[in-house]
């Protein structure tokens, strides 16, 4: 555990500050757009909760100022640096502009009162997942399995223990989102506390209705802001397991313990804590019906034998109603922190996937960029090769109507008609050239040209599209290509260094939070432990006193003086053997 420990990437020395360039070292990308939200400075009062789950000492940084400009009431008084608490007062059964009932849960934050049922809270988890892609978000309690519809059809939504569940785990997921430096600013959240808001409306609005379908083709610090779309359009979008050229190591090192803390949760603590709890609650069940037991039969005695024989089940009874205790603290304080930690080291791994993600995009447009370059290097290149050919076929054209075949330019003079007046005869020097592609049927060719001019012709008729048409159309579409991938590269540079700074602040946020709960977590299961022992002892001591007056049995010899008690819990025992037989 110790080796596992000595891999953590995350920063765990809060007087050290996390370096944000740390996470690029190996990318050479231009420096980040400003987050559309600016990190909050906490009050350096630590809200807690009633329960000591989740820790108070999750945000353990001195703060020196406070948020001063409010958006609205919710704001406000989230931010007042009192010890505030949201709490989930109550689970009700409603129908309320629905065919069939729900469990709607009341959330009291402050003076406002708000009702959700459960698919809202999740949809407003999913709406800043997408907000704030690169920050963990709280999780909230799993939906119901299959095998829980399969054994309890129709009672599974109205399941006492699941509910009270829920209840418990939405509340610790919006005190988690109220004490977070950037998730406790955004309005959506301060709109799902106030109860006179629908919660349809805010889903249907901004910034809500702006969120991309995909939030790889969007800006990391506003996914919203779509001033940049056509940009972003041009980004490939990569799968999650696509290989890098040149990763990150530290984002390497993160996924690495990532994953070997997903399997110590999810694997041998969460099996065993599961197995404990069972074995709990069959040993709860055994001591209530062993304390009917001796309780029923104190009725058929009577005397010591019966006040000892009920105080003996009194006790058992106080041990099984300790344990059923013991069982519940155990759920609250161990077993559901536990699994919400699980839960946390899946969403660290969508995190870091969307890092990856947005990694393999960086070098993925720079490789599209550079096919693009070297693609527009042909397409000019074959441009100066068309144009030195008809510059060659036009010289060729030329030569050949001077060739020794053709008329010279005095015979040509000395051939026109006496009529003719002079201004309408050929000028010295000018030449008729024949329309391109066809043949001049009045002038002979060059020696070697007709080849050339019958092969050009035929290519002209078999193509629709002229070839230094497309060609030149092909170099413009290249070109404006190469100026999107260039601008999207841009984008992309500046997303990925905000990504890993980002991602890697909030890691090391995580990981103090981490360290505080899983503290308070152990220290609960101790006193949890030591208070289960203690009321038991009191149980069994005062059980012992009652069964010490119960009279020895009246044919047992009494002591001689000689004889002395042997010591231990031996000598108390009573012979059986001598008690039947009478000695």
Request: glycine fraction near 4%.
């Amino acid at each position: 555990m110790d080796n596992f420990e000595d891999e953590n990437p995350f920063e765990t020395d809060v007087d050290h500050v996390p370096s944000e360039t740390s996470s690029t070292s190996k990318v050479n990308i231009s420096a980040p757009s400003s987050p559309r939200h600016p990190t909050r400075v906490l009050s350096p009062t630590s809200p807690t909760l009633s329960r000591p789950f989740p820790s108070s000492g999750t945000n353990r940084h001195p703060q020196s100022t406070y948020k001063s400009d409010f958006c609205c009431g919710r704001d406000q008084w989230l931010h007042s640096g009192e010890d505030l608490e949201i709490i989930i007062t109550d689970a009700q059964k409603t129908s309320l502009n629905s065919n069939t009932p729900y469990i709607t849960y009341i959330i009291r934050a402050g003076n406002a009162e708000a009702r959700h049922r459960y698919s809202e809270f999740e949809s407003l988890r999913s709406s800043l997942v997408k907000l704030y892609p690169t920050i963990i978000i709280p999780p909230i309690p799993s939906k119901q399995t299959i095998g829980d519809y399969a054994t309890k059809q129709a009672k599974a939504k109205e399941d006492g223990a699941m509910i009270a569940r829920r209840k418990r785990m939405l509340q610790t997921f919006l005190n988690r989102i109220a004490r977070h430096p950037i998730l406790s600013n955004e309005h959506v959240f301060h709109r799902f506390l106030d109860g006179e808001v629908s919660w349809t409306e805010v889903l249907h609005s901004p910034p809500l209705s702006l969120l991309p379908k995909n939030t790889l083709k969007a800006p990391s610090h506003n996914p919203t802001d779509q001033s940049a779309a056509s940009a972003y359009a041009a980004l490939p979008n990569p799968s999650a397991t696509h290989p890098l050229r040149n990763p990150d190591q530290r984002s390497v090192d993160s996924e690495i313990f990532t994953n070997k803390f997903a399997n110590h949760l999810s694997g041998p603590m969460e099996k065993v804590t599961r197995r404990t709890l069972k074995r709990w609650s069959e040993n709860a069940q055994d001591y209530s019906e062993l304390g009917a037991a001796l309780n029923g039969y104190s009725l058929n005695e009577s005397g010591a034998l019966a006040a000892a024989m009920e105080k003996t089940g009194q006790a058992v009874d106080t041990t099984y109603m300790s344990t059923t205790r013991l069982l519940q603290e155990l759920e609250q304080n161990f077993s559901e922190p536990l699994h919400e930690y699980a839960q946390f080291a899946v969403i660290i791994k969508k995190l870091l996937s969307y890092r990856h993600q947005k990694h393999v995009q960086y070098e993925m447009t720079q490789d599209a960029l550079e096919n693009k370059r070297e693609m527009l290097e042909e397409y000019e290149k074959s441009e100066r090769e068309a144009k030195r050919l008809d510059e060659a076929l036009s010289k060729g054209r030329v030569n050949g109507l001077r060739s020794p075949g053709s008329p010279t330019e005095g015979e040509e003079g000395q051939s026109q008609p006496q009529n003719q007046p002079p201004d309408e005869a050929e000028e010295p020097g000018s030449t008729y050239l024949p329309p391109h592609p066809g043949p001049n049927p009045y002038k002979r060719r060059a020696p070697g040209m007709g080849f050339l001019n019958a092969l050009s012709y035929t290519i002209h008729g078999m193509m629709d599209v002229d070839p230094e048409t497309a060609r030149r159309s092909s170099i413009s579409k290249t070109r404006e290509t190469i100026s999107q991938l260039e601008d999207a590269l841009h984008l992309s540079a500046q997303d990925l260094k905000y990504s890993s700074s980002t991602i890697q602040a909030d890691l090391d946020r995580f990981q103090r939070q981490k360290v505080a709960d899983l503290r308070e977590m152990t220290i609960s299961m101790a006193r949890i432990h030591r208070d289960w022992c203690k009321k038991n002892l009191e149980a069994w001591q005062a059980a012992k006193k009652e069964i010490e007056k119960i009279p020895d049995h009246p044919n047992k010899r009494p002591p001689s003086p000689e004889a002395r008690p042997v010591p231990g819990p031996s000598g108390l025992r009573r012979d059986s053997t001598a008690t039947v037989n009478g000695r």
